[in-house]
């Protein structure tokens, strides 16, 4: 087999020259490497975000009170549906602009969080008070709600239309502002 060695035209490696084209020809590969990568991950996200299927979960979760959610209470409304779990740093950060978003679009909008990973209950309900979250919080199941819409991880929002489609799927800790976006974008 051929040998497929390419040669680049370096002055004499040892000059000065020869080293700053070094340099450069490593940096614009390294550039284009970066730049391929972001081009990778925008892709994975706007991938990722585009909604697929419908929100009609056959898992039973409960209240703080310990009642049993009837999910079908929520056709004809939007919703925002945020899975969350205790041990989840940007939970706690989401969670809370959640709270914030949730006061000045409760009239349009169906706001839950929900817990279905979590080995001890009272770390999930600590949790919530910690952050002053006054929209529906539901506990239970093991789980298998988060592999039923998709997700790999948490926090985990959706966003469901009024018939029960999903608008959106975010993997991600979303901010006040792109909440307040993505709620324009979908229920605006």
Do not use: H
């Amino acid at each position: 087999m051929e040998d497929m060695t390419i040669d680049f035209p370096i002055e004499n490696e040892g000059s000065e020259s020869g080293r700053k084209k070094r340099i450069i020809f490593i940096a614009v590969g390294f550039f284009l490497f970066i730049f391929l990568l972001l081009v990778v991950i925008e892709w994975a996200i706007d991938s990722q975000s585009s909604g697929s299927g419908t929100f009609s979960p056959k898992s039973e979760l409960k209240d703080s009170n310990g009642v049993i959610f009837d999910f079908s209470e929520l056709e004809g409304s939007p919703v925002v549906v945020n899975f969350f779990a205790s041990w989840c740093t940007p939970c706690r950060r989401e969670m809370r602009a959640i709270e914030e978003i949730s006061s000045s679009w409760k009239d349009r909008v169906v706001f839950i969080g929900i817990n279905s990973r979590e080995t001890d209950i009272k770390e999930a309900k600590k949790l919530v008070k910690e952050t002053g979250v006054t929209y529906t919080i539901l506990y239970g199941g093991d789980g298998e709600l988060l592999e039923e819409v998709g997700a790999v991880g948490m926090p985990f929002t959706l966003f469901v239309n009024t018939d029960t489609s999903i608008a959106g799927k975010y993997l991600s800790d979303l901010d006040k502002d792109e909440l307040n976006q993505y709620l324009e974008k979908y229920f605006g």
